[in-house]
């Protein structure tokens, strides 16, 4: 289905015709494996016994929704990957596949004799994609890591907050997707370069890794020569070397305002329509402004407060100021841009009912993204996956079905 916000129209997918077998669980590598299903690959979800974890959290909270989010367009069959027949079919689907991807704790897929080596035995082609928390090497190889804990241990929670507060958690499951999308690049990367060489290879994203980089601010300021500077900053610049940049109060909400240069300051004090404050020394430069900070954020929280947060992004569009209201969940999930885009669509999900999902961020010149599919019901596809690629009859599936394979 062409996306008409794009002008893309019907034309291959730059994935399709590779198959990805899908062991990934939760966010991390879901997600990478959501960007391939929509950038056209056939990716086949691989679940043990009961479905993965994501699925079994309870829908009446809201809570198995992100499963729907992260898993459309895929296909979904049943597994025991701890019986030897089990481990045999996964073979036999890996010898025909491009990419496998997993997010496991390290060894477990050596564990189960389901390792790079194992599967590059029976498919030198093989992309083998893994994500952990750590890494598969290092001193913190086995330690448990969910998108929390390497929140802490990464540094993101000690910079987030404010300095007199004790330090709080992201909102959003940074590191979980900051893993995801490496994690995609990398598996893309990889089949790349087995377009040169013809070889699959090993690669591996580490979530700590994954995030270091977006604490670039922060980090900077540990090599400054200040020493005043906290290490959370609430709503200010990381480095506390932007001014103004801040969350400022509305009549009915807050506004987010940051000048980064001379000219956004200009354009504000013109929105403000404060002349006076173009000739006050303290704020001609912005080492000036920083150093007066208190006194900035004063002077535009008292403009601000009396306004309605529209009109005050309004006006401070029209001046071309970067500026952004604060917005709730329900109002981003409506947001009339991302669904004109079509990157949110509003489906009836059979187990989930009325929901908003998203596609693919990505999106390629004069290519349409792919008709969604909801996410599959637990096994939908086995009788089409096993029968159609593995050859096996309905009669020795309803075996492995008593076995407890599948």
């Known amino acids: 289905m062409a996306n008409a916000a794009s002008g893309t129209t019907d034309q291959a997918l730059p994935l399709a015709g590779l198959r990805v077998l899908d062991l990934t669980q939760i966010y991390n590598g879901p997600y990478a494996t959501f960007l391939m299903a929509m950038a056209g690959a ?56 491009d990419v496998l991807a997993e997010n496991f704790a390290p060894g477990v897929m050596d564990r189960l004799g389901l390792g790079y080596d194992a599967l590059r035995a029976v498919n030198p082609r093989i992309i083998y994609a893994a994500s952990s928390g750590y890494g598969d090497a290092g001193p913190y190889r086995d330690y448990p890591a969910m998108d929390l804990t390497v929140q802490a241990m990464s540094g993101v929670m000690s910079i987030t907050g404010f300095s007199h507060n004790a330090p709080v958690k992201s909102g959003a499951a940074l590191c979980d997707f900051f893993g995801g999308v490496h994690l995609y690049g ?46 959370r900053t609430g709503n200010r610049h990381g480095g506390l070397s932007l001014c103004p940049y801040n969350v400022y109060p509305a009549s009915d909400g807050f506004v987010a305002i940051i000048c980064n240069n001379d000219k956004h300051w200009l354009c504000l004090v013109d929105a403000m329509e404060r002349p006076d404050l173009k000739a006050d020394p303290r704020m001609a430069t912005m080492r000036d402004r920083v150093a007066h900070m208190e006194l900035i954020d004063g002077i535009i929280s008292e403009w601000t407060l009396p306004q309605s947060r529209d ?58 993204q792919p008709d969604y599919r909801v996410s599959p ?25 008593a076995e407890g394979v599948v």
């Open 42 to 97: 056939e990716v086949i979800k691989v679940e043990p016994p009961g479905g993965e974890f994501l699925r079994r959290r309870d829908a009446r909270s809201g809570a198995g929704v992100p499963f729907a989010m992260l898993n459309a367009n895929k296909r979904s069959v049943s597994l025991n990957l701890k019986s030897p027949r089990g481990r045999d079919m996964l073979l036999d689907l890996v010898r025909q596949a």
């Open 186 to 231: 990398a598996i893309t990367t990889a089949l790349f370069g087995r377009e040169r060489s013809g070889k699959g290879c090993r690669i591996e994203v580490a979530m700590l890794e994954a995030v270091y980089p977006s604490l670039a601010s922060s980090i900077g300021m540990t090599y400054g020569e200040r020493g005043d500077i906290p290490l």
């Open 311 to 368: 009109d005050l992004f309004g006006r401070l569009a029209a001046f071309r100021v970067p500026s952004a209201p604060v917005r709730d969940l329900p109002e981003v999930i409506a947001d009339p841009h991302m669904h004109e885009r079509g990157m949110l669509l509003e489906v009836d999900h059979p187990q989930y009912g009325p929901i908003t999902v998203c596609r693919s961020p990505i999106n390629y010149s004069g290519v349409a």
């Open 377 to 401: 019901a637990y096994a939908a596809d086995n009788e089409a996956v096993y029968g159609g690629m593995l050859g096996i009859a309905a009669a020795d599936l309803a075996a492995l079905r």
